[in-house]
């Protein structure tokens, strides 16, 4: 029972343009989400969050949007880059509950085109 | 260091072989948590330690896999008779409880090899 799911495995995004990842859930005792980003060979680092109090959350270049009705989130990261090409995973948690668990989506790779 | 720390970096094993995986969580970090990633896969959970209240195991994949705590320090993954789908990058991270913005910091994995 997957509960946090990535459906595109990989997405390719011209650099400059807007890259758009997308995340759904399905525990609706969710109610903290993060975005994390994996380069090969490292351990996946935090890039942004967002509590379920709020819809938005923008840090730079990079927005977080939560749709609760949908249990659905996405970052959007613009304008994207080079850099920027590494595998995201979305994560989320149940905080009212007591635990700080994290469940992991599956990935999605992306690929910022010179 | 600063960061969260896994070792070995890398492990090679022979089927039916025991291995532990060590992590030293960032200091002052009263949850810890092990997760693996198999070739091609998202991050499967495995193990929750929080505080001093009984771990979530609840991601363990069978009972030749376990893991300890000290307190709040350093943890240790253990495989019993590893099995050539136990091969996988196995992360820990850590975070600290009791604030609002808390995120886990992830280690840089040991990648386990089981031949």
């Known amino acids: 029972d997957q509960q946090v799911k990535q459906n595109s495995p990989s997405l390719s995004v011209q650099e400059g343009r807007i890259s758009i990842l997308n995340c759904d859930y399905t525990?609706?005792?969710?109610?903290?989400f993060l975005w994390y980003k994996k380069y090969p060979a490292e351990g996946p680092t935090f890039l942004i969050s967002i509590s379920s109090i709020k819809d938005k959350n923008e840090d730079g270049r990079f927005t977080v949007f939560l749709n609760k009705s949908a249990k659905h989130l996405s970052l959007h990261i613009v304008p994207s880059q080079p850099g920027d090409s590494a595998v995201y995973f979305c994560a989320a948690s149940a905080r009212a509950s007591g635990t700080y668990k994290y469940i992991f989506g599956t990935g999605t790779r992306l690929k910022v085109l010179a | 260091g600063a960061g969260v720390s896994q070792s070995p970096s890398n492990k090679v094993t022979e089927k039916g072989k025991d291995v532990e995986l060590r992590c030293d969580p960032i200091s002052g970090h009263t949850a810890l948590y092990w997760y693996r990633q198999r070739l091609g896969q998202g991050l499967e959970f495995l193990i929750y330690?929080?505080?001093?209240?009984?771990?979530?195991k609840s991601g363990l994949p069978s009972d030749r896999f376990s893991a300890e705590r000290t307190g709040e320090s350093v943890s240790t993954l253990t495989i019993q008779r590893t099995q050539q789908e136990d091969s996988a990058v196995y992360l820990c991270?850590?975070?600290?409880?009791?604030?609002?913005?808390?995120?886990?910091?992830f280690g840089q994995g040991t990648r386990l090899t089981v031949v």
């Open positions: 330690f929080q505080g001093n209240s009984a771990p979530d």
């Open positions: 991270a850590s975070s600290s409880q009791g604030s609002m913005n808390t995120e886990a910091f």
């Open positions: 525990n609706s005792m969710f109610d903290y």
